[in-house]
């Protein structure tokens, strides 16, 4: 465990930088996240770190990227496109979620 | 006003010319033995990883309409199916214990091969049918699922997997 700091607020983070505290996340905290790992966030991006967000508080995990699709409307390819190369971690630590624990 | 200075930022290996590659050969008809290879290929695929999937043998029901949606789980010669040797092979129990499989698999919201196979697709991986396989079956692409990228021979899947980690399944 540990903080990091971010637009002056302190944020307890994991070893590897996530954010643990749900409620310690607003949109500028976001956006400060996607830029920090070169994400250019554009409303297709917003769409979804904030069903990641909704999906969090109903089901208690993050969702994977499979229900992302299934669930949340956005396909698989486009979540590719939008997170290249590891998306589901990437998606994940822009919404100040854990990394997700499912295997599919 | 931002402190980056102090931001932990994990590196997600953006910057990595990272050319690891996964080769998973799927040599098995069985159910239990389907998930394997596209559960591992998927979470590759998650991981930026490039994978090529080839089915070979067995594993060719896993990409043979009519086929691909009825794989089996037979507990016999399997003492790893927790059943006593005698009762495996009784009328009903591959049904069952299919049956059972399908059913854990569904609670976790694993996807049925068919669209397993199309989530891996849509995530990048390549999908090869053995031509040998192919040949022994008599079946060609029609048969077989429609996003696939080809039917090749063993030596160019050698070709193709240059410098990848290999898995055989």
Partial sequence: ???????????????????TQYDEWDENIGQELATAIGVDMTDDHWKVIRFLREDF???????????????GGVDTKTLFRLFPKKPAKKMS????????HGCV | ???????IVPSFDDDLETDRTLAIICSKGSLDMAYPGLILG???LGEGVDVHLFFTFWGFDMITKGRMEHLKFSPVGNPAAHMPAALAPLPGMTSMATHMMNKSLEELDIPPVPEFLELLKASGAKLWACRLSADMNH???SDLFDDLDGII????????????QLLFI
């Fill in chain 2, 42 to 44: 998927n979470a590759a």
């Fill in chain 2, 139 to 141: 079946l060609d692409e």
């Fill in chain 1, 57 to 71: 508080q109903v089901k208690g995990e993050t969702p994977t990227i499979r229900r992302v699709s299934t669930a």
């Fill in chain 2, 153 to 164: 021979n063993a030596s160019d899947f050698i070709e193709l997997t240059e410098g990848a």
């Fill in chain 1, 1 to 19: 465990m540990a903080t990091t700091v971010i637009n002056g607020k302190e944020l307890v983070v994991d070893d590897e930088g996530f954010m």
């Fill in chain 2, 1 to 7: 006003m931002t402190a980056t200075a102090e931001m």
């Fill in chain 1, 93 to 100: 630590y822009i919404a100040g979620l854990p990394k997700p």
